[in-house]
């Protein structure tokens, strides 16, 4: 049986407020936040009926989706899952499912091994482990990093499908110095994910230059037929190859950065660079090393190197060592000042 994305979208947080059992649920609770949930990810204000969530939750406890949804009204009000361990999320696949997703691994694993297609393979091992976690009803070996709580994620499916359709959209964006949303006029050109928080890139109406946006940040979106799109080649996926994160502005040249590594956190970053372009430039007898990148200098390389604390010293150039000086007394500064408060 077909679902449309409204639907799906309901299901999904009847299924979410169900789970949480800290709370009782009315039908009025549920349709408040099926609405709610509409119009962040849809933009849709009229809300939805009651007559709608009725029969959202009668579909739900059927077997046409699959769900059989063990949905049990207490004291004829509240609403609650039978089984407080079940959700919608955790329906099993299918013989038929399983076959058709091994067939799907199949076709990617033939691309393994061609440049083009070299950020497959980690999908492709994700989504095999699955399988066969699955198929054996076996605990989980591997445990990749996700982020289950994340906003913005259900903006997705529908940013890409305007980049490559090459739609123009009406975003209501809110960043987190913002008390309140502004609207705007975006030509998206490419989405990027860096560190479990998905951008996009692209160009807006009242701008020259290329500007990035947190999916998370994102209220509503949709597309609009008012203004032609302004297609920029320049923004391809080799936009932030000089980039550690996302932020970048046209023109910014990148420099050589030279930093040393303690002994004990040197085999960690040869292992796991910072970036495609880390070379060694001095090992030391210690077991230190120096090493140097060529990027972008922004806000995300520093919090990079924050990271490691006092296993980093920046060595060059003279600008991001003074700046990177300055935060770490910062910081050591807040230390300092919170022990006399409780000395």
């Known amino acids: 049986m ?106 990617l694993r033939q691309f393994k091994g061609f440049a083009h297609f070299r950020e497959v393979d980690d999908m492709v091992n994700r989504l095999q482990h699955k399988i066969q976690m699955v198929k054996t009803n076996q605990r989980p070996l591997i445990d990749f990093e996700k982020n289950e709580q994340l906003k913005g ?33 975006l030509h998206p050109h490419l989405l990027k994910e860096f560190r479990n928080r998905w951008f996009v890139l692209g160009m807006r109406d009242d701008r020259l230059h290329p500007q990035i946006f947190a999916l998370d940040r994102i209220k509503s979106f949709e597309a609009i037929d008012t203004s032609a799109f302004r297609f920029d080649p320049d923004l391809d996926a080799n936009w932030l190859q000089d980039t550690i994160g996302v932020t970048k502005t046209r023109g910014q040249k990148t420099i050589t950065v030279q930093f040393w590594v303690s002994t004990d956190q040197s085999p960690y970053v040869q292992t ?20 140097s990148i060529e990027v972008i200098q922004n806000l995300e390389l520093e919090r ?20 990177m000086e300055k935060r770490l007394e910062s910081a050591g500064a807040n230390y300092r000042k919170k022990e006399q408060n409780h000395g």
């Open 304 to 323: 990079e190197f924050l990271g490691f604390a006092e296993n980093i010293e920046v060595l060059a150039p003279r600008l991001l060592r003074k700046r």
């Open 153 to 185: 994620l259900a903006h997705l499916e529908g940013i890409y499908a305007a980049i490559v359709e090459q739609k123009v959209l009406k975003v209501e964006y809110q960043s987190f110095k913002a008390t309140v949303p502004q609207t705007i006029v």
């Open 2 to 107: 077909p679902v449309n994305r409204n639907a799906l979208i309901r299901y999904k947080t009847i299924d979410a407020c169900l789970r949480r059992r800290n709370r009782k649920w009315t039908l009025e609770d549920l349709i408040e936040a099926c609405s709610d949930a509409l119009y962040e990810y849809e933009g849709i204000r009229k809300g939805v009926s009651r007559r709608a969530i009725q029969l959202d939750i009668q579909l739900m406890r059927s077997e046409k989706l699959g769900y059989n949804a063990p949905i049990v009204v207490l004291d004829k009000k509240y609403y609650t899952y039978e089984d407080p361990e079940y959700s919608i999320a955790n329906i099993p696949l299918t013989q038929q499912d399983l076959n058709t997703l091994n067939e799907v691994v199949g076709i």
């Open 272 to 291: 796991k660079p910072f970036h495609h372009s880390q070379q060694i430039v001095e090992q030391r007898e210690d077991g230190s090393t120096v090493f």
